[in-house]
Each structure stands twice: as C-alpha cells, then as structure tokens.
Nanobody, 125 residues
C-alpha cells in the first residue's frame, strides 16, 4: 500500500505560480508512474499531468501544456507539479496518484492504484 501526501496548495492571484509536492511512503516509489489530477466543485476529476517511473516521458492535459511542469525525485520519493501563469479556472483540489500506467492509460483514472487526499488550489482573478 502506497501512501501519498500532497502539499503546497494555497491561494494565489491569477498569473502567479505554485509548486505542489506529493511525498510517497513507499520505497518502491520509483517503480510507479505518477500523475496529478484535479477536481473542481461540481465537476469530474480530470487528468492534469503524468510522469513515467524513470521520468523519461511526461504527459499533459491540453489546458495546462506550457504552463505546468511535472517532475520527480526518486531519491526523495516525491513528485512535483510546478504551476505557472495560473488562471481562475485552475482552481480545484489537486490529487496525486501512483500506478503502473504507460502511454495513453496515464491519462485515465483507472491507470492508477493509489491516491492522495488532495490539496486545495485557489486562483483569484
């Protein structure tokens, strides 16, 4: 069982930046692909970004491409989401997830087995 704990959320003005972190409890963290999803009030949870277990491939939703960057530090069992040029529509609870996905499955919730509790990101206009 992998436990994931997100941090770094908060309130930021439009155009600002935040960096989310997700720390994993499991030393086998490096074996998993990692993803970030978000859920806004009244909406479905949606894919944001993912990174393969070695970090060789990254995937992004069209809405965040060129603004968000996912990275990982396997020595620290941590994945990051650097968010820049934030918009009010980025407001959501952000969740990190771990799984064995690769390619197109990494865009899907069922590509992941373990989920964090989420961290709130609020972007004011």
């Amino acid at each position: 069982q992998v436990q994931l704990v997100e941090s770094g959320g908060g309130l930021v003005q439009a155009g600002g930046s935040l960096r989310l972190s997700c720390a994993a409890s499991e030393r086998t963290f490096s074996r998993y692909a990692m993803g970030w999803f978000r859920q806004a009030p009244g909406k479905e949870r949606e894919f944001v970004a993912a990174i393969t277990w070695r970090g060789g491939s990254t995937y992004y939703a069209d809405s965040v491409t060129h603004r968000f960057t996912i990275s990982r530090d396997n020595a620290k069992s941590t994945v990051y989401l650097q968010m820049s040029s934030l918009k009010p529509e980025d407001t959501a609870v952000y969740y990190c997830a771990a799984g064995d996905c690769y390619g197109s499955r990494c865009y899907e919730r069922n590509g992941y087995h373990f989920w964090g509790q989420g961290t709130q990101v609020t972007v004011s206009s």
